[in-house]
């Protein structure tokens, strides 16, 4: 049986029960956005013109007389809106989540919320347990407060579909651009989150870590923050020399920092070290094989004492090696810089708007200015914010 055609559906279903016929369809993979045509949809709705002349026009034989109209106004031509957006819309998230390559969604924890630049809660290392006598009451704990706010942004297109495009049935071409619109705007997002998590642009003043409401960079090279190995550090002072990713031998000093200096804010006495598992190792692609080689090796090479041996890889199965364009895109120093620990223990996304379709009629100054059929407005409000510091550690190569 094959698909049923647009005008069939609604004289089946009428116009109010098309369009939640049409998405039954769709939702159940019966039809697919790319079955429908948009020509046949506006002349079924009602809102295409005289065809047969635009026809001529195209293959030379007269002038056009007319494009999109309404050739029976108040009957479909609203169905016409609707439908078409959320064809449109489809093809949109289509593309939005085609994730193929991308990591971002492997960076943050993804946080749903109403309100912009809100504050994310959270305690400083309570006082740490004290040993408890026989009889004896327990002592009373004590913590100090500590947050971060969010910083959050909007960004969009707006994608125009003319005349033509429908008069022509040019289908495949309106959904190709609905799709690369989505797509875009998910390589907008792509970028944002691994610009973020590397703290790309605070030499701008534009932190990922605010503190107390107060922005300051996540990486200060002093190492205050416990989290940066290379020139410069002041505070680790065994670890202020350039760490370039050779070998397994670059991770263990890594994880030889992470064991000895990065240490809890406790209130009670001295910072202990805290327990913080390394699960990703960020690279740019520069570093993509060395990183890949280094992880995924069955066996390594152990010298010590004048002798070499071969061992198991200590680091096998142990890291996801993540990569990205846009690390390298930084350049300089970031071309060698690379970043090991749980990045989604360190960074949120916070989600004020998920990605949204809009749709604007064509009774807009660009349909008579343009011949605009409709605009279709693609968004998204939400940013990274960095909650924490001793999770993820920097470490520059040169």
């Not at 159940?28 to 949809?41: F, N, T």
């Not at 997002?189 to 409401?213: L, S």
């Not at 805290?274 to 699960?279: C, T």
């Not at 004020?352 to 059929?373: G, Y």
Request: charged share 25%; hydrophobic share 35%.
């Amino acid at each position: 049986m094959g698909k049923p055609s647009i005008a069939t559906l609604i004289e089946s279903h009428g116009p109010s029960g098309f369009y939640h016929k049409l998405c039954t369809l769709l939702n159940e993979k019966e039809l697919s956005v790319d079955d429908i045509s948009y020509r046949e949809l506006a002349e079924a709705c009602g809102v295409m013109g005289v065809m047969r002349e635009l026809q001529a026009t195209r293959l030379g034989d007269g002038p056009p007389t007319a494009l999109l109209q309404e050739a029976a106004p108040g009957v479909n031509t609203s169905l016409f809106q609707v439908v078409t957006g959320e064809l449109i819309g489809r093809k949109v998230i289509e593309g939005y989540e085609d994730d193929s390559g991308f990591i971002g969604q492997l960076l943050v924890d993804v946080m749903p919320s109403r309100l912009r630049a809100q504050k994310l809660a959270g305690f400083r290392a309570l006082s740490g347990p004290t040993e408890v006598d026989e009889g004896h009451p327990y002592e009373e704990s004590t913590f100090g407060e500590k947050y971060v706010t969010t910083e959050e942004s909007k960004r969009g297109r707006i994608l125009s579909i003319n005349e033509e495009l429908i008069a022509f049935d040019q289908t495949g071409e309106i959904n190709r651009r609905a799709r690369a619109m989505g797509f875009y705007l998910r390589q907008e997002r792509e970028r944002a989150i691994v610009r973020a998590v590397t703290d790309a642009d605070a030499a701008a003043g534009k932190f990922v870590y605010r503190p107390a409401g107060a922005g300051t960079p996540l990486y200060p090279a002093s190492g205050k923050h416990r989290n940066s190995i290379g020139t410069g550090n002041t505070t680790s002072p065994s670890f202020n020399t350039p760490l370039p990713l050779v070998d397994w031998t670059s991770l263990d000093k890594v994880m030889s920092y992470r064991a000895t200096e990065v240490l809890d804010d406790r209130i009670d006495g001295q910072p202990r070290p805290i327990v913080v598992a390394a699960r990703q190792l960020l690279v740019p692609e520069r570093l993509r094989g060395t990183a890949r080689g280094i992880v995924h090796a069955t066996e390594v090479t152990n010298e010590a004492d004048d002798r070499v041996t071969q061992m198991a890889n200590p680091y096998a199965g142990q890291l996801e090696v993540l990569t990205s364009p846009y690390l390298d895109e930084q350049g300089g120093a970031a071309l060698s810089t690379w970043y090991l620990g749980d990045f989604k223990r360190q960074f949120v996304w916070t989600e004020v708007w998920p990605v949204q379709t809009f749709l604007q009629r064509a009774d807009s100054e660009s349909a008579f200015e343009r011949d605009v059929a409709l605009r279709v407005k693609v968004r998204y409000l939400g940013g990274v914010t960095a909650t924490d510091t001793v999770f993820v550690t920097r470490v520059l190569g040169s």
